[in-house]
C-alpha cells in the first residue's frame, strides 16, 4: 500500500473507532462479578470515571495508528498490532461498562481523537525512537492514571474495577514492547507537558 491508501485505511478506522461499537475477543473482565447496588450519585461518579478511561482510549487508538502511518519499519508496525488490538478491547470494555452504568461517551470524542491522532503523526516525524519513546511514556502514565483510579472507584464495584486491573496489566506490557522495540527517554520538560495535557482531559472529560 502505498501512503494515501493507507491514509484511507487509517481514516476508516478513525471513523469507526469513535462512531461505532468497538469488539472484544477476550471476555471483558470482571463479567462474572455482580452487578451491586450503588445511589445514584455514585453510579454517576463510576460512569464518569469510566469516561475518561474510554477516552484514554479512544486516544490510543489515534496514537496507535499515527504510528502506524510514520513508522518506517514493516517489523514495529506489525509488533505493534497486537497492542493496538488490545488497545480496541480496553474500548469495547469501559464502553461495555459505561451503557451498564447508565452513562454516555464523552461528547468530545471525534475532537480527543483527532488531537490525538495529530500528536501521534506528529511524534512519528521525529523516527521511530522518539515515536516509540512517546508511547512508552504514554503507556506508563496512563498506568498511574489507572491506580488512581482505583483508588476512587467504589470499592464493592467489582466489575468496573476487574476491567481496569486488567487494563493496567496490558498498559504495563505495551510500554514494555515499545521499550524493547527502541523507545528513547523523553526528557522531563515533555513528560511534564503530557502529564499536564492529561490533566486537562480527564478533568474535561470527567464532565463532557
Ligand atoms: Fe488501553
Ligand atoms: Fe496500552
Redesign the pocket.
Known sequence: MNWSDRLIVEFDKGLRTVFSEARSVRPVPGAQQPEVEQSPEQRRHTAALMRINHV??IC?QALYQGQALTSRSPEIRASLEEAAH??TE??AWTEQRIRELGGRKSLLNPLWYAGALGIGILAGKFGDKWNLGFLAETERQ?EAHLDSHLEKLPAQDRRSWEILEQ?KV??VK?AETAVRLGGAPLPEPVKRLMRLSAKVMTRTAYRI
Open positions: 484514554g482510549e490510543a488490545e488497545e480496553h474500548l496512563v487494563m496490558d498498559e505495551h
